[in-house]
């Protein structure tokens, strides 16, 4: 088949948690948005039928199993089965936000790995294919038999920051929150030639953060906070504090994921508001975070990237130049 041929047999469907960003990529793709209704019985059982055929199509499925984690990810998993059923030809699921996904090692004894489960679950179901966006742990992607991409967004989210603070990059240090962090924060600190820092982070146990000292130069330099995601928020929160006593210019914070349990976010904005962040930066991975209104956070749009990346898989293009393409606006030769 050519390209026309299988953009003609694709169709994008969106779930509840991610209904909103289905429709957008729809309409930026030029695919045609397939309708699918999720009803809740009495009982709390849940049921998913697609009201637009699906026999023999392509099936782009969109869905964040965010908060509540487990509706949302029951609601995925009947909607593959109904579609597989309703004889798809294939199933590709765009989970911008993975839930479960810190869940990916047995740290301690008798503890489950509930992202391997989750994992099997929508294999099980029948997806054929899985796209995530910056998943906690990379190796993830070795919990499935089927194929998964593990995608990221930091150059959109830069791309978005370059262009409201351009001269931000001639004295920047990028600061790794934690050990986890390094290896991605490396990387875009050498693409962006700018100085590196990494926090000494330990969690003693769940939501628990203890912060000790921050390894690098951040003198009078602005910095820039990466991390995937923003739970609580008090790793980044005590990061800013140990920051400030280095004597650090601005603080600029930028995460993928704003999951923002135990009301969170207030502290941002309390953070915000009293000058300890200059900026923050999210993703809409968890769609209801465009609702929210603070002059100093940005909500980045991430449906014209999720655009390219579907057009790039229909016509079995590179998704590196997809990449390629924001890296050149963040870090011109």
Same mark, same amino acid.
């Given at each position: ?206 939501n628990v953060v203890e912060i000790s000292d ?66 923050? $930066?999210?993703?809409?991975?968890i769609e209801k975070n465009a609702t929210i ?32 393409? $924001? ?7």
């Amino acid at each position: 088949m050519n390209f026309n041929d299988n953009f003609n047999n694709s169709i994008i469907f969106g779930l509840t948690n991610s209904n909103i960003t289905a429709q957008k990529v729809a309409k930026l793709t030029g695919i045609e948005f397939g309708y699918i209704k999720t009803s809740k019985f009495a009982d709390g059982e849940i049921l998913v039928k697609s009201e637009t055929t699906v026999r023999g199509k392509d099936i782009f499925l969109f869905q964040s199993t965010s908060y509540p984690v487990n509706d949302n990810l029951m609601e995925l998993l009947i909607a593959i089965d109904s579609l597989k059923r309703a004889s798809a030809n294939s199933i590709t699921i765009f989970v911008p936000y993975f839930g479960y996904a810190r869940q990916d090692r047995k740290a301690k004894g008798r503890e489950p790995i509930t992202c391997k489960l989750v994992a099997n679950f929508l294999e099980t179901a029948g997806a054929t294919k899985v796209i995530l966006i910056d998943v906690h742990s990379e190796q993830s992607q070795g919990f499935f038999d089927i194929p998964v991409d593990t995608l990221t967004v930091s150059c959109v989210l830069l791309k978005e920051l370059i262009k409201k603070e351009p001269s931000l990059v001639n004295n920047l240090t990028m600061v790794a929150p934690d050990y986890g962090a390094v290896k991605k924060v490396r990387k875009i600190s050498e693409m962006l030639n700018a100085n590196l820092a990494i926090v000494d982070k330990r969690r003693p146990k769940p939501n628990v953060v203890e912060i000790s000292d921050v390894l690098g130069d951040v003198n009078n330099k602005n910095c820039l906070l990466i991390d995937d995601m923003i739970d609580t928020g008090e790793t980044i929160l005590q990061n800013i504090e140990l920051l400030k006593k280095h004597n650090c210019k601005d603080i600029y914070v930028m995460a993928t994921h704003g999951v923002f349990s135990n009301n969170a976010i207030e502290k941002f904005k309390y953070a915000l508001d009293k000058g300890d962040i200059k900026e923050l $930066y999210i993703s809409d991975t968890i769609e209801k975070n465009a609702t929210i209104k603070h002059p100093k956070i940005f909500v980045v749009d991430l449906s014209t990237f999720y655009s390219e990346i579907i057009l790039a898989q229909i016509g079995h293009n590179s998704v590196s130049d997809i990449y390629k393409k $924001y890296w050149n606006f963040v870090c011109p030769k």
